[in-house]
């Protein structure tokens, strides 16, 4: 399918460009004596643009598997550009010989006697503005493509550190704890003040890290203890806890209340009672810190929703590369999230990323100017080829405006992009329409 879809777009160019010689020629006094001249003409016009186009559009293909999201780098472009050269002049070089000596019967050994540099002028320079005309729809649709992914990137970003910190403590945490605190003032006064303190402890906790991208491996291993031992007051002897004797870095980073939702879920998601009990361990294993508990599914009618597990991935996909694991078979559940360097800082104070900002629009900025002036350089070199061919092909019409004035048209487009130049919505109707739009609001 992906073939026939370009062989269709090769045939769509190669009708276009026959229709523009074909005008070039009437306005130099030249016509078809019948319509088979005009069909020969048209298949031997449509055999030079199928092949110089699935050629070019493969060629590009290639480049793209060995550049990925870089073809538009000024090296690769240039790499680009001259491959692209050489392949063209190949296939014009293979065309000739299909039709000099498979169509027309020639021998090779004359064929290549014959061959002269005038043939390849007009089919040359219309491949390269087609070419050109291709890579410029690739790099704008390929632009665009780049500016979505950012915007997904940055609200995805926003998202997931939102529901990091709306999902910090489960709400029908706080309404169990408060059950048993009920019920402990009642029957034992003593461990109800001892529960109240973990209580608070908890809390304090969440809301001095609620802010903080990262917390020291020694710091969350304390809550997540602190945190177990509310729920052994409420399951009593039905939760059996497990903690490293030992850590290998005590101030290596992690994710600020990752375990508590690690172990929030664990609970939520399993039958606890003394008969069954649940088995929930914390060891260090490869560089990650894994989470693990037997399986005894709750019988519950509702599925999750697996937004617990969403946020930690998220959350840490903010800050390194290493996944966060999950392994599952019928007996056991672990989930192993990645500890991170201890020398790893976040900076997220606002002048940093004022900073970062600044420095990111300049480089985006220097690379777009680098990029035209480099596109005006080619131009420039161009036009006088262009007049040169034209005066020496004697074809009596100055064809040379076709390519000149249609790159030159590119040339603006590009300059009116980079320099933020737009003659018809400027930054002052933009201003202008801005305030209308607040003004209308309020």
């Not at 538009?72 to 050269?85: A, D, H, I, R, S």
């Not at 970003?157 to 059950?179: G, R």
């Not at 509310?230 to 850590?247: G, M, N, Q, Y």
């Not at 005066?391 to 992009?417: D, N, Q």
């Amino acid at each position: 399918m992906r073939i026939l879809k370009e062989f269709g777009k090769a045939f769509f160019v190669g009708t276009l460009v026959f229709i523009i010689l074909g005008l070039i020629q009437y306005a130099n006094g030249y016509q078809y004596d019948n319509g088979r001249d005009i069909l020969v003409a048209f298949l031997y016009n449509q055999l030079y643009s199928v092949i110089l186009y699935m050629v070019n559009a493969y060629y590009f293909v290639f480049l793209l598997k060995i550049f990925p999201d870089q073809v538009f780098q000024t090296k690769n472009l240039l790499k680009g550009l001259l491959g692209g050269v050489l392949v063209t002049l190949f296939a014009l070089l293979l065309i000739r010989f299909i039709t000099e000596v498979i169509i027309d019967g020639r021998g090779f050994a004359e064929f290549i006697a014959a061959e002269k540099m005038e043939y390849y002028y007009i089919s040359f320079i219309i491949s390269v503005v087609v070419t050109t005309i291709f890579y410029a729809v690739y790099y704008y649709r390929n632009k665009q493509q780049t500016i979505v992914k950012e915007q997904k990137i940055i609200a995805g970003t926003a998202s997931a550190k939102f529901d990091a910190l709306k999902n910090q403590l489960d709400p029908h945490f706080l309404f169990n704890s408060l059950n048993v605190l009920t019920s402990l003032i009642e029957e034992n006064p003593e461990a109800a003040t001892r529960f109240t303190t973990s209580l608070s402890k908890v809390y304090r906790y969440v809301l001095e890290q609620k802010n903080k991208e990262l917390v020291t491996l020694e710091e969350e291993l304390k809550f997540a203890e602190l945190y177990m031992s509310l729920l052994a007051v409420r399951f009593e002897d039905s939760i059996v806890f497990t903690l490293p004797s030992k850590l290998e870095n005590p101030q290596a980073k992690v994710v600020p209340l990752s375990l508590q939702l690690l172990l929030e879920n664990a609970v939520k998601h399993n039958q606890v009672m003394p008969s069954k009990k649940l088995y929930i361990t914390i060891a260090e294993e490869n560089g990650s810190l894994v989470v693990t508990n037997n399986r005894q599914p709750k019988q519950v009618l509702k599925e999750s929703t697996g937004v617990g597990l969403r946020n930690i991935r998220d959350r840490y996909a903010l800050l390194t590369e290493r996944p966060v694991s999950i392994n599952k078979n019928p007996k056991e559940f672990s989930i192993a999230i990645p500890i991170l360097g201890e020398n790893l800082q976040i900076m997220n104070t606002p002048q940093t990323f004022i900073s970062e900002k600044k420095y990111k629009l300049a480089k985006k900025r220097m690379e777009k100017l680098k990029a035209f002036y480099i596109h005006l350089a080619l131009y420039i070199l161009f036009v006088p080829i262009f007049i040169y061919l034209n005066y020496i092909s004697r074809a009596g019409f100055p064809w040379a405006l076709f390519p000149i004035v249609g790159w030159g048209i590119g040339i603006t487009s590009h300059a009116a992009e980079t320099f933020n130049y737009n003659p018809f919505f400027g930054k002052d109707w933009e201003a202008r329409k801005i305030r209308e739009l607040m003004d209308k609001d309020d």
